[in-house]
T-cell receptor, first 114, second 115 residues
Framework: DVKVTQSSRYLVKRTGEKVFLECVQD?????MFWYRQDPGLGLRLIYF???????EKGDIPEGYSVSREKKERFSLILESASTNQTSMYLC?????????????FGPGTRLTVT | AQSVTQLDSQVPVFEEAPVELRCNYS??????LFWYVQYPNQGLQLLLK??????LVKGINGFEAEFNKSQTSFHLRKPSVHISDTAEYFC?????????????FGGGTRVLVKP
């Protein structure tokens, strides 16, 4: 089974803190993605990466950055957390670049910024 | 830009009754279509996808969806639901010609199956 793991299920941080969310996949997938999930808005793409050290902005990249130093690991960074970044964050991976590939999701990290 | 509309945010349904979840997309390009399900406290998993061919697609757990190009819809159905189908369901599209495997999701539909 494909497995995507995220470092924390729940995280509470203070405004202004630097926050790291880690994601690891074990299926040698090329692509990795970070989404945020908010009620009524579904999932919105923050960043994605199609190769090591490569990254592309998604639909809502403001306030976030990412790092992919190894193929299996994709990190989401909140440089200075704000309360409007309180959300559920989901990581995903997929095998290839074509649009028909299924994405495999981690269990999510619920981040609260106070 | 693509957009996906799920017309119902919540759908209560009794056990063993049928359910239909509606999804419409707005796109001037050809798309691949997906339905994902999120069970409580879990990530998303794929229910089914339409790539080409027959417009009726069968997925896991007895779900099926029908692609209607003229109405730009991809509605999800199950003839008889179980308590275990309580979950949130997401419709998603990706552009056939765009690289990067990017998905655009709808807002989700919460299904609550009542005994």
């Amino acid at each position: 089974d494909v497995k995507v793991t995220q470092s924390s299920r729940y995280l509470v941080k203070r405004t202004g803190e630097k926050v790291f969310l880690e994601c690891v996949q074990d299926m040698d997938h090329e692509n990795m993605f970070w989404y945020r999930q908010d009620p009524g808005l579904g999932l919105r793409l923050i960043y994605f990466s199609y190769d090591v050290k490569m990254k592309e902005k998604g639909d809502i990249p403001e306030g976030y950055s990412v790092s992919r130093e190894k193929k299996e690991r994709f990190s989401l960074i909140l440089e200075s957390a704000s309360t409007n970044q309180t959300s559920m964050y989901l990581c995903a991976s997929s095998k290839g670049l074509a649009g028909f590939y299924e994405q495999y999701f981690g269990p999510g990290t619920r981040l609260t910024v106070t | 830009a693509q957009s996906v509309t799920q017309l119902d945010s919540q759908v209560p349904v009794f056990e063993e009754a049928p359910v239909e979840l509606r999804c419409n997309y707005s796109s001037s390009v050809s798309v691949y279509l997906f339905w994902y399900v999120q069970y409580p406290n879990q990530g998303l998993q794929l229910l089914l996808k339409y790539l080409s061919g027959s417009t009726l697609v069968k997925g896991i757990n007895g779900f099926e969806a029908e692609f209607n190009k003229s109405q730009t819809s991809f509605h999800l159905r199950k003839p008889s639901v179980h308590i275990s189908d309580t979950a949130e369901y997401f419709c998603a599209v990706s552009d056939r010609k765009a690289a990067g495997n990017k998905l655009t999701f709808g807002g989700g539909t919460r299904v609550l199956v009542k005994p």
